[in-house]
C-alpha cells in the first residue's frame, strides 16, 4: 500500500480500515477530505466510505473479514459494513465492501450508501485513500467530503507507482458473504436446512437449492443436481 508491505490491518467503525493502530485517527466521526495531515485525521487509510456510521445499535453484528483464495490461486481480503445503521439516521442503512487484491489493487463495492442529512454532517462522506502523512491522497469525484448517495457500484483503485493510484469505474461484483444460508429440495416447498453445508441421503434424483441472503437485501441462489446410482 503506497509501497509498503504490511502484515496486519484495522477496521475502523466508520467505514474504513488502516494498517496501524495509529493510523485509526482516535476514532474520529466527522467527515474530512483526503488529502489531509491533520493530527486526529485517519491515516495510511482506505475509506470505503467513511461516514458516522453506529456499530453499536441494537448490538448486532454488522462488520466483517476473511481471507479468501481465488480459482487463480490468489488471495484476497474482505471487509464488509453489512446493513449497518448511520448514528444520527438509524433508519438509513448501508452495505459496503473493500476488498485488498494480491496484486495490491484495491476494490470498493457500494451495495447501498444512502442518505443521512444532520445539522452536523449534511449527509457528507469520503471514498478516497490516503497515505500514511496523509500528504498524498486520492478521492472518487464528487465524493471528497462532499454530499452524495450511491447503489450498486463498484470502483477500484490501481497501483501506478508507489505515489500514485489510478481510480476506474468496474462492473458492479461484490464478494458474496452470506448472512443466512437456507437449504431447499425441488419436492419439499419448506427448507430442509441452513447453513454452508448440508448432509442428504436421496432415494432418487433430485435437485437442491441453496438460497443465500446478503448484505443490502441482496439474494443468491444455486441449484445442485444430483443423480442417484442404484447399486446391484
Known amino acids: 500500500y503506497f509501497g509498503e ?11 474504513y480500515i488502516a494498517f496501524g493502530e495509529d493510523d485509526l485517527g ?35 453484528s454488522y462488520i ?16 464488509s459494513w453489512c446493513d449497518i445503521p448511520f448514528r444520527d439516521c438509524l433508519d438509513s442503512i448501508g452495505s459496503f465492501q473493500i476488498v485488498l487484491n494480491e496484486d495490491s489493487s484495491i476494490e470498493n463495492h457500494l451495495i447501498k450508501k444512502p442518505a443521512c442529512y ?22 472518487v469525484e464528487g465524493r471528497n467530503n462532499e454530499s452524495w448517495i450511491a447503489e450498486s457500484e463498484s ?17 458492479f461484483s461484490p464478494e458474496i458473504l452470506a448472512k443466512e444460508i437456507l437449504w431447499f429440495e425441488e419436492r419439499n416447498i419448506y427448507e430442509i436446512g441452513s447453513g454452508k453445508s448440508l448432509s442428504v441421503s436421496p432415494q432418487e434424483n433430485t435437485v437442491y437449492t441453496a438460497v443465500a441472503s446478503l448484505c443490502g437485501s441482496q439474494v443468491f441462489e444455486e441449484k445442485f443436481s444430483i443423480k442417484v446410482i442404484p447399486t446391484p
Open 5 to 15: 508491505t504490511y502484515a496486519e490491518f484495522y477496521i475502523g467503525a466508520n467505514g
Open 26 to 60: 482516535g476514532g474520529r466521526r466527522d467527515p474530512f477530505s483526503v488529502p489531509n495531515s491533520e493530527l486526529k485525521v485517519p491515516k495510511n487509510c482506505i475509506l470505503g466510505p467513511f461516514q458516522d456510521w453506529d456499530p453499536s445499535y441494537n448490538n448486532a
Open 64 to 79: 466483517f473479514y476473511k481471507n479468501i483464495e481465488t480459482s487463480h490461486d490468489k488471495k484476497k481480503l474482505i471487509v
Open 118 to 139: 444532520t445539522d452536523w454532517h449534511k449527509n457528507k462522506a469520503t471514498q478516497g485513500i490516503q497515505n500514511s502523512l496523509g500528504t498524498i491522497g486520492f478521492a
Open 155 to 171: 470502483i477500484k483503485y490501481i497501483p501506478l507507482n508507489n505515489l500514485t493510484y489510478e481510480i476506474d469505474s468496474v462492473k
